[in-house]
């Protein structure tokens, strides 16, 4: 999951995914981890399951485990109900 800095709104990666293209471009450099706001990239192509990483700050309650399993959980359908895990 990454939010938007701007506006705050918080995205799933399946959900980005299916975002206009031009749409997701306007929205790609305001992506931010949503737990320590590091910056957040999109990645998604034709082999590979739409996902977000971050570059994390130190001490971030979503780095490594809990971001693997979120990519997990997305490729499972599951990821909006992580929205509650990180409060
Ligand atoms: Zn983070």
Not at 50 to 61: E, I, K, M
């Amino acid at each position: 999951m990454a939010k938007n800095i701007m506006d705050g709104k918080e995205w799933t990666a399946a959900e980005f995914a299916v975002l206009l293209p031009q749409d997701q471009d306007l929205a790609r450099p305001e992506l931010a981890c949503v737990s320590c706001d590091g910056p957040a990239v999109f990645r998604a192509g034709p082999k590979r399951r739409p996902s977000f990483a971050a570059q994390h700050q130190h001490g971030c309650q979503l780095i490594a485990p809990a971001w693997s399993a979120f990519t997990y959980l997305a490729g499972q359908g599951w990821a909006p109900g992580l929205k509650t895990n990180h409060e």
